[in-house]
């Protein structure tokens, strides 16, 4: 064996390094400032004993076939049907992951005549459903609801006739801000479209009992929504509401649902508990927001950060090297804070990326921003 067909790989993943970009996994070492576990749920002992409850009265670890075929079980329908309930959505579906239900999403619901507009910052996710539809697609302004509502007149001046498709976010993974839903619903309205909200970061943090930013919103026939399990719930999976109409045409028509091996039913039930958790135990969200607010202010005055109005929080670096070299600074320190670079973020806006969440207090938090502005001092720009 020469190697030669591994060749073309070697120089990829050299070109990587060279320009800072390779990647590899590291394990869990330091504070949390780099998990999407916003409310501490992930760890908490009443969903551990939730797991146990299931466990205890039945429930299998795997569903051992797809949704359609053996696969179905009553806890994926518990959850579904209580769901709905708690975001005030008609229906909802449960998929394995985000990126699942993303891909489901865009690759089933908008058709070959359809035109897709999405935030120039969307998940990548997204984006794969995208490429894997039919629909036209363009890319709007970031947060800027006056650019899909170009986007979709130059279409229609073109001679397009199906329905737009408005793609956002309602927390920016890497930003931080907030999607202008209220603007976007408007927008989807009065072109007869429809708003794909990924409230991936602000189920479990947002909204009344954690419902998300387009909780008010919930319940019209333009709006679907995603919300997924793994970051605020502290658990894994997603969940897709929208209206009933739309919802079976995903079981009937999405491969990511149709062909795919169904959820854990045991992940189901621990989904159902952790909905619970974010309408009985409200004070989590104060906690972080209060947790939000301090590290704001002590951002703006040590590093003169600005607020980016959630728990994710940037501080922007620019050099790939840097950020990376910063961050091995930062972890060193016993802080786990990530840089994150392109293609996940625009080239030049490498950026340290800092997730609050409540497996930190105050006084961590201050440690952090103190070994930020040390590295920062050290490694020349």
């Not at 009553?74 to 579904?80: D, F, V």
């Not at 309408?279 to 040590?302: G, M, N």
Request: charged content about 20%; aromatic content about 6%.
């Amino acid at each position: 064996m020469n190697g030669a067909r591994l060749a073309r790989f070697e120089t990829t993943l050299a070109g990587l390094r060279g320009r800072a970009r390779g990647r590899s996994l590291q394990g869990r070492e330091g504070y949390d400032f780099a998990s999407n576990d916003y409310i501490g749920l992930a760890g908490s002992p009443r969903l551990a004993g939730a797991v146990q409850a299931a466990l205890a009265r039945g429930v299998p670890v795997g569903a051992a076939g797809s949704r359609l075929l053996r696969g179905n079980h009553p806890e994926h329908e518990a959850l579904e049907a209580e769901a709905a309930a708690f975001f005030g959505a008609p229906a909802c579906l449960f998929f394995g992951s985000g990126f699942d239900a993303n891909l489901a999403l865009f690759s089933t619901l908008p058709r070959r005549e359809d035109l897709v507009v999405h935030d120039a910052l969307i998940h990548a996710s997204v984006h794969s459903g995208m490429a894997a539809g039919k629909a036209k697609v363009v890319s709007a302004a970031h947060n800027d609801a006056q650019s899909f509502e170009d986007a979709i007149r130059a279409w229609r001046a073109e001679g397009g006739r199906g329905t737009p498709w408005l793609a956002v976010e309602s927390i920016y993974s890497m930003d931080g801000d907030a999607a202008p839903l209220a603007d976007l619903v408007a927008v989807a309205e009065r072109h007869d479209g429809f708003l794909v909200v990924d409230e991936a970061h602000a189920t479990g943090v947002f909204g009344a009992q954690g419902r998300g930013l387009g909780a008010a919103f919930e319940g019209r026939e333009c709006l679907v929504s995603l919300h997924t399990c793994g970051k605020g719930l502290g658990v894994s999976g997603a969940l897709v509401s929208a209206h009933s109409s739309l919802i079976s045409f995903l079981i009937n028509r999405a491969r990511p649902f149709i062909y795919a091996t169904a959820p854990s039913p045991l992940m189901a039930a621990t989904v159902r508990e952790a909905l619970r958790m974010c309408a009985e135990e409200p004070e989590r969200r104060d906690r972080l927001s209060a947790l939000v607010r301090h590290a704001e202010s002590r951002l703006a005055s040590r590093l003169g950060v600005p607020a980016s109005g959630s728990q994710i929080i940037p501080v922007m670096i620019g050099s790939n090297a840097r950020a990376m070299e910063v961050a091995r600074r930062v972890q060193a320190a016993g802080f786990d804070c990530r840089a994150i670079r392109p293609p996940t973020v625009p080239e030049g806006t490498a950026r340290l990326r800092i997730s609050l969440t409540l497996n930190v207090d105050v006084a961590t938090v201050d440690g952090l921003v103190d070994a930020i502005a040390f590295a920062l001092q050290d490694v020349a720009a």
